[in-house]
């Protein structure tokens, strides 16, 4: 199925919406917010870099088996070109820097107050596949950044 345009936002909500995705997104927002509130915990005995490393083997202990199980895993290693191994690299070099952005802001904010901020993450996403990827941007959409924005701030101030 053909992704989903950002100036396309209005058919969301059209018959052939991909369902999995949507229920996807749902699921990993309510499962991170738990997770933001149990690093919260963690982090009072323990350093972000610790958590993170700690982490990252957990990751390795259960993504191997996953990884072997999978059909597709082999013929995507096999069928990686130089470019898209670049691309690879890049973005799990910007997942370390993020995770553990976020893992210091939780410890120092508390959960609930770095989630406000992380929460403007949409609007660089938009603005980097604008500047990056050619993508366009409509007025629907910078209304909704800036009312996020405002609310993350509105809710920042008041916690």
């Known amino acids: 199925m053909e992704r989903l345009r950002l100036h396309e936002i209005g058919k969301y909500f059209d018959k052939t919406m991909n369902y999995i995705g949507f229920i996807s997104a749902l ?3 309510v499962v991170w917010g738990l997770v933001y509130n149990i690093d919260q915990k963690i982090l009072l005995k323990s350093s972000p870099i610790t958590m993170f490393f700690v ?6 202990i259960i993504l191997v088996p996953l990884f072997f199980i999978s059909k597709e895993s082999a013929k995507d290693i096999i069928s990686i070109d130089r ?3 670049c691309l690879l690299f ?5 997942v370390i820097v993020a995770g553990l952005a976020i893992l210091y802001a939780i410890k120092y904010l508390g959960a609930p107050i770095a ?3 992380e929460i403007s993450y949409p609007l660089f ?3 980097f596949y604008f500047s990056f ?3 366009t941007l409509n007025k629907n959409f910078w209304i909704g950044s800036t ?8 809710v920042a101030n008041n916690s």
């Open 27 to 29: 699921i990993a927002s």
């Open 55 to 60: 982490g990252s083997i957990i990751n390795i």
């Open 83 to 85: 470019n898209q191994f």
């Open 90 to 94: 890049v973005s799990q070099a910007l």
């Open 115 to 117: 989630s406000v901020f």
């Open 125 to 127: 996403v938009a603005a």
């Open 133 to 135: 990827f050619g993508g």
């Open 147 to 154: 009312l996020i924005f405002i609310g993350g701030l509105i």
